[in-house]
T-cell receptor
Framework: QQQVKQSPQSLIVQKGGISIINCAYE??????FPWYQQFPGKGPALLIA?????SEKKEGRFTISFNKSAKQFSLHIMDSQPGDSATYFC??????????FGTGTSLTVIP | GAGVSQSPRYKVAKRGQDVALRCDPI?????LFWYQQALGQGPEFLTY????????KSGLPSDRFFAERPEGSVSTLKIQRTQQEDSAVYLC???????????FGQGTRLTVV
């Protein structure tokens, strides 16, 4: 059973546009929600993360929006750049430090 | 070291062969995780260590998979009698105790032929 559902599977955005990736979870025991960026041949790298006591977190061009009641969270990439082209994974982490990852979104930013 | 180091980067094994994958975590990181990432998928949890203790091995897909971290630092994931379905990238991650920020290695790509 997929603990974290992620969509879309792939996304193509024009340079300067906004990229939006969505995730949903079921288990209310999760208390940490990171987003990872992965380039081909590399391991995932932490991009930004949020805890459920806040509804939004912004770091530069990256924003996480969190809706606790709906059990959904999303990543927004403002002013998307070709260098942002990568695969993005959301994750939900429980109190036992066990990470559950989404299936990934392949983002392509067209110059 | 500067980051999580995994070796080898690539491994080709004949079906039925045993393999051993190594992970050197970041110095001082107490927690260590192993994940399996199939092509086009997100990483899936295999097992978790805190120091030398294996606290969770619920993700190991079969008794052919075995992980150890005898001195609480370097960890080895061993797969016995490899099968084609074991072909994947095996990722290792580590973190400080009491934190959830995990740092990943580059992974070992295992291909079973």
């Amino acid at each position: 059973q997929q603990q974290v559902k992620q969509s879309p599977q792939s996304l193509i955005v024009q340079k300067g546009g906004i990229s939006i990736i969505n995730c949903a979870y079921e288990n209310t025991a999760f208390d940490y929600f990171p987003w990872y960026q992965q380039f081909p041949g590399k391991g995932p790298a932490l991009l930004i993360a949020i805890r459920p006591d806040v509804s939004e977190k912004k770091e530069g061009r990256f924003t996480i929006s969190f809706n606790k009641s709906a059990k959904q969270f999303s990543l927004h990439i403002m002013d998307s750049q070709p260098g942002d082209s990568a695969t993005y994974f959301c994750a939900a982490v429980n109190t036992g430090n066990q990470f559950y990852f989404g299936t990934g979104t392949s983002l392509t930013v067209i110059p | 070291g500067a980051g999580v180091s995994q070796s080898p980067r690539y491994k080709v094994a004949k079906r039925g062969q045993d393999v051993a994958l190594r992970c050197d975590p970041i110095s001082g990181h107490v927690s260590l995780f192993w994940y399996q990432q199939a092509l086009g998928q997100g990483p899936e949890f295999l097992t978790y260590f805190q120091n030398e203790a294996q606290l969770d091995k619920s993700g190991l897909p079969s008794d052919r998979f075995f992980a150890e971290r005898p001195e609480g630092s370097v960890s080895t994931l061993k797969i016995q009698r490899t099968q084609q379905e074991d072909s994947a990238v095996y990722l290792c991650a580590s973190s400080f105790a009491g934190t959830t920020e995990a740092f990943f290695g580059q992974g070992t790509r295992l291909t079973v032929v």
